[in-house]
């Protein structure tokens, strides 16, 4: 049986430098500003991002149904990669690059899965999928907003 693999990719460019954003992708509070309202995001041993820091993932509304369980795989500057496993496994990475002349950073979220719920991937693409592409854009403009204030 072949399992489908999913790909969501989404880029932002910032007029903020690498420091600034550095500290918006990291920092509890300006994190909390940018992330979405559709996802809870918990560190399950503090709020922080060295390699092996598990926390949770789980979809607003849906209680426990469709939860994951991440853990910082890989974390130096301009860069946090999960690894994440539960209702889907695989990874999501955050990274940030320096763009062009001045102070201006280019952003990108890619997450790479695969769905682990019998059936879930027959109605993801028409469903989940499109609304988690909807999300993620409008993140990303929150993320900037927060970068740029």
């Not at 920092?27 to 500003?33: A, F, G």
């Not at 426990?64 to 889907?88: C, I, K, M, Q, T």
């Not at 001045?102 to 952003?107: A, C, D, F, H």
Request: hydrophobic fraction near 45%; proline fraction near 6%; charge should be negative.
């Amino acid at each position: 049986m072949e399992v489908d693999t999913f790909l969501q990719e989404e880029f932002v460019l910032v007029a903020a430098d690498m420091d600034r954003v550095e500290r918006v992708m990291t920092d509890h509070e300006l994190m909390q500003r940018w992330m979405s309202p559709a996802v809870r995001f918990e560190p399950l041993e503090g709020w922080h991002f060295e390699p092996g820091a598990p926390w949770r993932l789980h979809l607003t509304g849906l209680g426990r149904l469709l939860e994951a369980r991440y853990v910082v795989h890989e974390r130096r500057p301009g860069l946090v990669l999960w690894a994440f496993d539960g209702f889907w496994e695989g990874f999501d990475a955050w990274h940030w690059l320096p763009h062009g002349e001045g102070s201006q950073t280019l952003i990108q979220n890619r997450i790479e899965y695969r769905l682990r719920v019998p059936g879930l991937s027959a109605i993801w693409p028409a469903t989940v999928g499109p609304l988690m592409g909807w999300d993620a854009r409008v993140q990303m403009q929150r993320l900037k907003a927060v970068c740029e204030s």
